[in-house]
């Protein structure tokens, strides 16, 4: 399933840049980055939950958020792309692991 990340970390308390860091790192370990705090991931339901409690677990909940957008099957139909930066597809476009 294609699921939407987006999260934003608070740099208060000092050890914010190293969730963002990490935050990110699992995100594109299941996709690609899209944006600055936005990921497209592809992720079967086997591995959802334990995606989600990765993210889960990292961020501090009192005071960063994730938001997750579940896209569904026709996920490119609510997808559009607009502005300076390319947007990559991950299903047509190679990616270097």
């Excluded at 991931?41 to 005071?63: G, N, R, S």
Aim: hydrophobic share 40%; proline share 3%.
């Amino acid at each position: 399933m294609m699921v939407l990340v987006t999260y934003d970390v608070s740099f208060e308390d000092g050890n914010g840049a190293q969730r963002l860091r990490r935050l990110a790192k699992i995100c594109l370990d299941y996709g690609t980055r899209v944006q600055y705090s936005v990921f497209e991931c592809d992720i079967d339901y086997q591995h959802w939950p334990l995606f989600k409690a990765k993210l889960l677990e990292t961020m501090d909940p009192a005071v960063d958020s994730i938001r997750f957008y579940k896209l569904g099957k026709h996920w490119r139909d609510k997808v559009a792309h607009h502005g300076a930066k390319p947007a990559l597809d991950i299903f047509q476009d190679t990616l270097l692991l």
